[in-house]
């Protein structure tokens, strides 16, 4: 197993950020080469880079095995990897077809460079414009049998609506329904505001040069860029040190690289022993999902702590585990004053019925010492899925936390729990981050968006927040905190933020959280630390996940599924 920071992971970089490692990296380049580069030098450095993108950008053309090919460029330098890419399919004997919004003496510095070198070798251009003027429709696209079309017109740089011929060109493009491919961002996409354009490409995929941004991935821009693939380029270790945002890509190419080493002589303490603390009267199934999970997924010995009205069904469920059943005498120890008059006494005894109702079946207070006794023996801890968030269960919960000692994960009703103390509502200083703060043993937070907006407030709406917001929310609570939802966040103390691009409706069902959780509590239990231990489980739900998708559909496709295909993930 290696640790996150031995991985090399991708940066995600803001628009800005991109842009200014580009503009570095040409004049670090153009130094290298001469000690006082001029602006030519620093041209030549950039085309460099530009002739990295085009080539990459054509071996994945070239994949595709489609012909006729429209290339669109414009004049900047997305319409000059576009020319580069245009070079290298001529050469290689694949029909396409340039079309330009840009007049060719348009075409300034490296995309000047690109077109000379197209022209160079034989390349013509055709005037975009004017075939617009003449006719507004996709037909001539469709008339010419072009079988795919690639978008190099304005790249990461558009800002604002797109000018008139550049709105008529994408209307033309979508209308042709034929397969696209953009260049580092789709025309109509704003990659400064984060928005679609009313007019916007709708790609099916998308390849990036240099890193990852997280336009591709969040909700605002995913629709628009389709599929994504990062290229990367040559920039100099010391730029992209430089301007590394902290914030990193993690795919499914990571999971062979942090799985814990198995000891193929150890016995099933040695693989790793949890407790999971989970389940009430009328959620049953969470206690079940988030035990099965964590049997699937490495733990030599899952002890399931559950009120005992529960324990006769989920016994008949699971074989697997061991089972502690909570006694429901804590319930039934109450009654009424003796000096209470008959009418007193009657609603005292009605309230206390309603006490029990709210309270049996969950847990309790009285419950901490047996929980504590179970505590000793493991290696890692869940607590919440299911749990209720009746008042005796808030503040067992709340009293239990404190005097665990073993790496927990803290997920649902655990989570709810805390928010209670929030009396004045969610704040960055609130009493939930207070006391989250002051629990001694290492913890990792599982919050869905409405229990994330219980414990801290709203989700900031705009995606690109939510990293340096929950950066502050880790380093504030000492806490790991992983964020569900498409995609995943996790935010380490150590000021890492690590983003795991998953979009899987399938997996938008009731229990998936409860899965998640029993895979993160069996990594920890094996030994991994918190950060390794909710990223490589995020890694495995989500390729579970997309594995059950691939097999059963998003409509068909339960949170059981993904259990039984977390084999597979591994």
Not at 278 to 302: D, F, I
Not at 471 to 483: D, G, P, W, Y
Request: some cysteine.
């Amino acid at each position: 197993m290696r640790s996150l920071q031995s991985l090399n992971l991708q940066p995600v970089l803001s628009t800005e950020g991109m842009r200014n490692i580009d503009a570095a990296s040409k004049i670090f380049l153009a130094k290298k080469a001469t000690s006082e580069p001029s602006e030519k030098n620093v041209v030549q450095s950039g085309y460099l880079l530009m002739q990295e993108a085009g080539l990459a950008l054509f071996k994945f053309v070239q994949t595709k095995a489609l012909e006729p090919i429209a290339i669109f460029v414009g004049g900047g330098n997305n319409g000059g990897d576009g020319l580069v890419l245009a070079k290298h399919l001529l050469q290689a004997g694949i029909k396409s077809t340039v079309f330009s919004l840009a007049n060719t003496n348009k075409f300034k510095n490296e995309a000047k460079l690109a077109l000379d070198d197209f022209l160079q070798v034989g390349g013509s251009l055709f005037d975009l414009k004017k075939i617009i003027e003449e006719s507004k429709q996709a037909s001539f696209l469709l008339h010419d049998g072009f079988k795919l079309i690639v978008d190099c017109m304005l790249g990461n740089g558009a800002k604002g609506e797109l000018r008139p011929e550049f709105a008529a060109t994408v209307q033309i493009i979508n209308e042709s329904r034929l397969p696209v491919i953009a260049a580092d961002a789709p025309t109509g996409y704003d990659s400064s505001a984060h928005i679609c354009n009313s007019d916007c490409i709708h790609a099916e995929e998308t390849m990036l040069f240099g890193f990852p941004r997280l336009d591709a991935y969040a909700k605002e821009g995913g629709r628009a860029f389709g599929k994504v693939s990062v290229a990367p380029l040559k920039y100099p270790v010391e730029i992209i040190q430089q301007f590394d945002e902290r914030v990193y890509l993690v795919t499914e190419s990571a999971i062979s690289q942090l799985l814990p080493e198995r000891d193929e002589w150890g016995d099933k303490r040695v693989q790793g022993s949890l407790l999971i603390i989970a389940g009430s009267k009328n959620m049953s199934g969470a206690a079940a999902l988030c035990t099965e999970a964590a049997l699937r997924s490495g733990a030599g010995l899952v002890t399931l702590a559950v009120p005992q009205v529960i324990a006769p069904i989920l016994q008949a469920k699971l074989s697997e585990p061991v089972f502690c059943s909570l006694s429901e005498a804590a319930n039934n120890s109450g009654d009424g004053t003796a000096e209470s008059s008959a009418t007193d006494t009657g609603k005292c005894s009605e309230n206390h019925d309603n006490f029990l109702n709210e309270n049996r079946g969950t847990l309790q207070p009285e419950h901490i010492p047996a929980l504590l006794k179970q505590a000793k023996h493991a290696c890692a801890i869940a607590i919440g899925p299911g749990l209720s968030t009746s008042s005796e269960t808030v503040q067992a919960v709340l009293e239990l936390l404190p005097q665990l000692n073993v790496p927990t994960v803290i997920d649902a009703d655990a989570l709810n729990a805390i928010a209670t103390l929030n009396d004045n509502g969610p704040t960055c200083d609130g009493a939930a981050i207070e006391y989250l703060h002051q629990l001694q043993s290492t913890a990792i937070l599982t919050p869905h968006v409405r229990e994330f907006a219980r414990l801290f407030g709203k989700r900031p709406d705009d995606s690109f927040e939510i990293p340096s917001c929950l950066r502050a929310l880790a380093s504030s609570t000492n806490k790991v905190i992983l964020l569900k939802g498409a995609p995943t966040y996790i935010a380490s103390p150590d000021g890492n933020v690590y983003v795991i691009p998953v979009a899987n409706s399938g997996m938008a069902k009731g229990g998936s959280g409860d899965v998640l959780t029993g895979i993160i509590v069996a990594l920890l239990s094996q030994g991994l630390p918190t950060a390794e231990a909710t990223v490589l489980g995020a890694l495995l739900h989500q390729k579970s996940g997309r594995i059950a998708r691939e097999e059963l559909g998003a409509f068909g496709m339960l949170p059981s599924d993904v259990i039984k295909n977390l084999h597979k993930a591994f």
